[in-house]
């Protein structure tokens, strides 16, 4: 019996996870006090014929546990609970701010965001005479928007932390029929197919960023005296219910002999006036030596913009806007062959992992905006850093 307290089943379609995730949820049904969640990312997935909500009732209907349809709830008679919830909005998690759970089931991870995930670990608690152990327990297949963290959670760093990895494979499950199933999914492109016939974490949808090109580092080993822009791509909206607007993004960049260090990407989703004292913050942490830009939107409306940072905002500071050329694949292409010489560098932090799951999709994914930001900062660089600024590069 697996015993880790955090661990993915996850691989090609059909081998049964959804129906093992269930069944880990109701390993403890018993112990009086327990309770477990079971999540989708939307309601509607909970709620489809076949998927868990629905293969709950068609395994317990007739015994002695009850159902709440308006709290999508089990009880049973010892008085533990199972509950099936989603988190369809990035706010959503906030729903279950002050639960208490001993047991957290995602069923297809990939589809959530890492902060989704992270954050119901502050969920996962018990009293200490609750003899249930803690788990957070995954299914899923790779690919989704969350593939990269997923992938770099359990499969990269899963050993060192402790994060076990649980192959799952079509021919694992001898209830399907495996034969029609593989003739349905060879009608897939060959990358979703290779994700979801073969359980591949190697294959994503990226076109033009491969995760592997960057290299990590910490801050010591960064050039002494290196020159630097932050390149900011704006956008002002937060996010509601069934939206998921633009982000801001701005990227702080270092060149040195042909070498790019990004040391972090502020990232974030606020109103125009949030964004506003957001970027000044941002710039007063910098110094008024910081070189800062901004991409200027077209038409009327870019023009104000960037003249009211430049007067109200960011006045005393190193302040420029340019208004780029060209599609935004052209303009990310010296930073996708500086990545693919090995010449980019991520300053280690906590921005990390998002910005590589959105180059990696790029330019398929939802959000661009990091990358473009920066494409942006790299450009400047390009055009505008000193002759042999910065002491020191770092050797392949």
């Known amino acids: 019996m697996l015993k880790a307290r955090e661990a993915l089943f996850g691989g090609s379609a059909g081998p049964g996870k959804s129906s093992a995730l269930l069944m880990a949820a109701l390993q403890p049904i018993k112990v009086p006090g327990y309770s477990a969640i079971i999540l989708r990312r939307t309601y509607r997935d909970l709620a489809l014929p076949g998927a868990l909500m629905d293969r709950s009732k068609q395994w317990l209907s007739n015994s002695d546990a009850s159902w709440n ?72 297949n ?64 990226g076109k033009i960023f491969n995760r592997n090109w960057f290299k990590i580092i910490e801050k010591a080993q960064v050039p ?58 941002v710039a007063q942490l910098d110094g008024r030596d910081q070189e800062v830009w901004m991409e200027e939107e ?3 409306s870019g023009k104000i913009a960037v003249d009211y940072y430049a007067r109200e905002i960011l006045q005393g500071f190193m302040f420029r806007s340019e208004r780029p050329t060209g599609s ?24 990390i992992n998002a910005f590589l799951d959105e180059a990696e999709a790029f330019p398929e994914g939802e959000h661009d905006d990091q990358v473009d930001a920066c494409s942006g900062a790299i450009n400047i660089l390009n055009s505008s850093a000193p002759p042999g600024k910065g002491v020191g590069f770092i050797k392949h």
């Open 224 to 281: 002494t005296d290196i020159f630097k822009v932050r390149y900011w791509d704006l956008a002002s909206t937060e996010p509601a219910k069934g939206k998921d607007p633009d982000w801001t993004a701005g990227a702080l960049i270092g060149i040195c002999q042909g070498q790019y260090y990004i040391f972090g990407l502020e990232h974030f989703q606020k109103t125009p006036k949030g964004t506003a004292d957001k970027i000044k913050t």
């Open 69 to 140: 349809e308006i709290e999508h709830c089990w009880t049973f008679p010892s008085g533990a609970k199972l509950q099936f919830g989603y988190l369809e909005s990035e706010t959503d998690k906030y729903r279950y701010q002050g639960a208490e759970f001993q047991g957290i089931f995602f069923d297809e991870l990939t589809q959530f965001t890492e902060s989704q995930y992270t954050y119901m670990f502050s969920r996962l608690r018990r009293i200490k005479a609750l003899r249930v152990p803690l788990r957070v327990w995954s299914a899923s």
């Open 298 to 300: 077209g038409g009327s």
């Open 142 to 205: 790779p690919g989704g928007l969350g593939h990269a963290w997923v992938k770099q959670r359990f499969i990269i760093e899963g050993p060192k932390y402790g994060r076990v990895f649980v192959p799952a494979l079509l021919k694992d499950n001898p209830h399907i029929d495996q034969e029609t199933y593989i003739k349905s999914l060879q009608n897939l492109d060959p990358i979703t197919r290779k994700q979801l016939l073969e359980g591949s974490w190697e294959a994503t949808t």
């Open 328 to 351: 935004k694949e052209v303009r990310a292409g010296p930073f996708s062959t500086a990545a693919e010489n090995g010449n980019v560098f991520l300053v280690r932090g906590d921005w």
